[in-house]
DNA sequence: TAGCCCAAAATTTTT
DNA sequence: TTTTGGGCTA
């Protein structure tokens, strides 16, 4: 004891600062959280306690080493999950870390490309354009150039461009480096295209990170101060990078080293993205430093679904070998059954989700239904609305994507960033002002020709040769947008309202018909979320476009309502339910038929599925239908991943679940189907469904919603009176309190018990 | 210039 | 089955 030197703490080991941020790890993690800083390479298996370690990790950082938080970098694959991990940080903490560098790599490369703007190459503002307007304009490119501009034609461009894009190829090298007339062919629309961005100032997401590390290659004085700044970058899902994100970390990671990565090899399901596996394993040749620490204990699933899952898994050929286990107990085997058609698939699952929460004492936002593509979703919906079961469905149609939605957004771009010329397409064409094709590009060929700013010159002239009808109509607009941009630094919800009052965006859906109402609702909604921004005090109009710019589907995840969450594999990627369902196991669809031919694909496929079925904690059920009504082609049979795994680790229930009726809804008479009914025979099937059917059960006023309490955000709480519709864009009558009856849409209400 | 009507394509996964 | 785009007409 005395030779402990001065000042040395006498007093227990849970004194010690950041001690107890250790105490409830077990030793692999314990040992990764409090490793010694320089290059560490975290192998963290599924529900092994991944984010546990990277929050106790940057919680250690700044309790323990005294590290600042502002020179700490966490980059995470969702905003969800950044918000998340923050709020973690925080708790275990138990103070605010706002100095945290913490985002997505896209949200992050947006704030350092606006910041150096001038250096990047873009002007003040910045605009950030999602897939659609990517393919807008691509296929204004291939129009101009006389191509064929079909859809899938500028859709296979996009791929092109975005793959290139991902390899961190630019135009001119693309250029270069192209041999068939294909590839030149290709390259010349990929440096059109990006010249077009350019002139608009605007960046699409591939971009956000291209450019950012051109920005750094360029500037290497920029580079090195944000790598001075972060002594530490930590990288969740680092098995879903791709080789610009690698270079982007290598890049900040040059100064101090200190690069802590975590992630899966048998987790990554993005190639198709660009995505390199090889950026995990070959972490050691890229960091010849580097630890490396395994997390191999799982602590969601019960042994019989971890034991599933691995066998599933175990197929693939170059993986790193590990074998995941458990310390939890028992638990039933998985379950798998065949079921006739996707509609008796989806009665099914409604049927056994009814069963788990009035005998399985779960509640609804237990369960989780996935599934390979959007598409499987309007069967299983039909099959929850029929029994009045509340679901959320995760991705889908993105809001923000919504034709309602990008109009009104689009003049707030434009506003922000005049040279936006696909928002100013929009805004200046939607409503109808008089303002018709010849007139548009007349004057968008002029503003390109004059370098002028587009709203000023508006205003100020109209093109030749313009018929006065068109004439008065740009005056009118140039009016109208002088007039809101003297107000841009009002809060964006006041903005917005003024845009949809300015243009008369109400009346104009109305006199469109159709669906006129959802679309209102909509526009509400859209109101709302500017509300909530402005509330939060989060920034204006800017600001909001950047964050809706990046939001993406599961970042709307409400934890409050209780439902049943339905999403696609990809989606599922980082959640966990007690009880998951992985539904539509056929070959074609999953495995899906564009991965069939090629070994790599495949074994993606085979990931994805297992990413799925590691999502269970307590049940895991498999379904596949022997019919699946599909444009092009039926079901193929049962998928192979069911196949390769030994029988003894899940059990066929298929003949038990098909010859007991699930309930009084339960559509008889459809099990002994033969397979392979030709294309000439889908009319017959929905005739037939039909007829199964009492006609009351699609009677709005039968409907099991109908008389239900519900919560809307903005409008509050009421009971619905009548139901349109199907799915989520079913429209629901409800009476609020207060007396007003209103009509929105389904997925805007919460039940209430 | 804009709205209506018909034909044809759509479905892989997302920041 | 639904959605989208192109062509035609007022």
């Avoid at 620490?293 to 691995?310: D, G, K, V």
């Avoid at 959320?392 to 771009?413: P, Q, T």
């Amino acid at each position: 004891m005395e030779s402990l030197p001065a000042g040395t703490p006498m007093h227990a080991k849970s004194n010690v600062p950041g001690d107890e941020l250790l105490a409830d790890l077990n030793p692999a993690q314990r040992e990764a959280t409090s490793a010694p800083a320089g290059p560490l390479l975290i192998l963290a298996g599924a529900g092994s306690g991944k984010t546990r370690v990277l929050t106790r990790r940057i919680a250690w950082l700044i309790r323990r080493q005294g590290v600042p938080a502002q020179r700490i970098l966490a980059v995470t694959f969702t905003n969800r999950a950044a918000g998340e991990m923050r709020e973690r940080v925080e708790s275990l903490l138990g103070q605010s870390v706002r100095g945290l560098w913490i985002g997505t790599f896209h949200a992050i490369c947006l704030r350092w490309l606006k910041r150096h703007a001038p250096a990047a190459g873009y002007g003040p503002q910045l605009s950030v354009c999602d897939a659609e307007d990517q393919l807008s304009l691509l296929r204004r490119l291939l129009k101009e150039e006389g191509f064929d501009h079909s859809p899938r034609r500028a859709r296979e461009l996009q791929a092109i461009i975005s793959r290139a894009k991902n390899r961190s190829q630019t135009a001119e090298q693309f250029q270069e480096a192209a041999r068939s007339p294909a590839q030149m062919l290709a390259g010349r629309l990929y440096r059109a295209y990006q010249d077009a961005l350019r002139r608009q100032s605007a960046a699409d997401f591939d971009d956000l990170l291209l450019e950012t590390h051109r920005l750094f290659s360029g500037h290497p004085e920029i580079a090195d101060a944000y790598a001075r700044q972060f002594e530490h970058v930590l990288v969740d899902e680092y098995q879903d990078t791709n080789h610009v994100q690698f270079l982007l970390v290598e890049r900040l990671a040059r100064v101090h080293g200190n690069i802590l990565v975590v992630g899966d090899d048998d987790q990554s399901i993005y190639g198709w993205r660009g995505a390199e596996v090889r950026n995990i394993l070959d972490f050691r040749e890229h960091f010849p430093q580097a630890t490396i620490f395994y997390l191999e204990q799982n602590y969601r699933s019960t042994r019989p679904i971890l034991e599933f899952a691995n066998a599933a898994i175990a197929v693939n050929a170059g993986r790193y070998a590990k074998q995941l286990w458990t310390e939890r107990p028992g638990g039933g085997l998985p379950e798998f059954f065949l079921a006739a058609d996707e509609d008796e698939e989806a009665e099914e699952v409604a049927a056994r989700a009814v069963a788990a929460r009035e005998r399985g004492g779960r509640r609804y936002r237990d369960l989780a239904v996935f599934y390979r593509t959007h598409a499987q979703s309007r069967a299983l919906e039909d099959a929850f609305l029929r029994r009045g079961i509340p679901y959320v469905i995760v991705g889908g149609i993105y809001f923000y994507a919504r034709r309602e939605v990008k109009d009104l957004l689009s003049y707030l771009r434009v506003l922000v960033n005049p040279r936006d010329e696909t928002s100013l397409r929009r805004a200046l064409t939607v409503p109808r002002r008089g303002i018709g094709e010849r007139t548009l590009e007349a004057l968008l060929a002029e503003i390109r020709e004059q370098d002028a700013d587009a709203l000023e010159w508006i205003r100020a002239r109209a093109p030749e040769g313009v018929p006065a009808r068109a004439r008065a109509a740009l005056a009118a607009f140039g009016e109208m947008m002088a007039a809101l941009r003297a107000r841009l630094a009002e809060p964006p919800e006041r903005i917005l309202s003024e845009v949809v009052a300015a243009t008369g965006y109400r009346e104009y859906l109305r006199e469109q018909g159709g669906d006129w109402e959802e679309r209102l609702a909509n526009v509400e909604e859209l109101l709302e979320s500017a509300r909530l921004f402005t509330s939060r005090d989060e920034g204006g109009v800017a600001e909001y476009l950047d964050q809706v710019s990046l939001m993406t589907s599961g970042d709307a995840l409400d934890a409050r309502a209780d439902a049943v969450t339905l999403m696609t594999a990809h989606n599922a990627k980082g959640l966990e339910f007690p009880q998951v369902f992985v539904t539509g196991l056929e070959e074609g669809l999953f495995p899906h038929a564009s991965a069939l031919e090629d070994r790599e694909e495949l074994e993606e496929e085979r990931r994805l599925f297992y990413v799925a079925c590691t999502r269970a904690k307590d049940e895991l059920t498999l379904s596949a239908s022997q019919i699946r009504r599909r444009f092009s082609s039926g079901a193929g049979g049962v998928s192979r991943f069911l196949g390769e795994v030994p029988r003894g680790l899940f059990r066929d229930v298929s003949a038990a679940s098909l010859a007991a009726p699930v309930s009084s809804v339960h559509r008889p008479g459809r099990t002994g189907r033969e397979r392979g009914a030709g294309p000439g025979r889908v009319g017959e099937e929905d005739s037939s469904a039909a007829q199964d059917w009492p006609a009351h059960a699609r009677d709005e006023a039968d409907h099991p919603w109908v008389g239900r309490r519900v919560y809307h955000p903005r409008f509050g709480h009421g009971l619905v009176t009548a139901v349109e519709g199907r799915g989520a864009q079913a429209r629901i009558t409800v009476r609020f309190h207060g007396g007003q009856t209103r009509k929105v849409l389904r997925e805007y209400l919460e039940w209430e018990p």
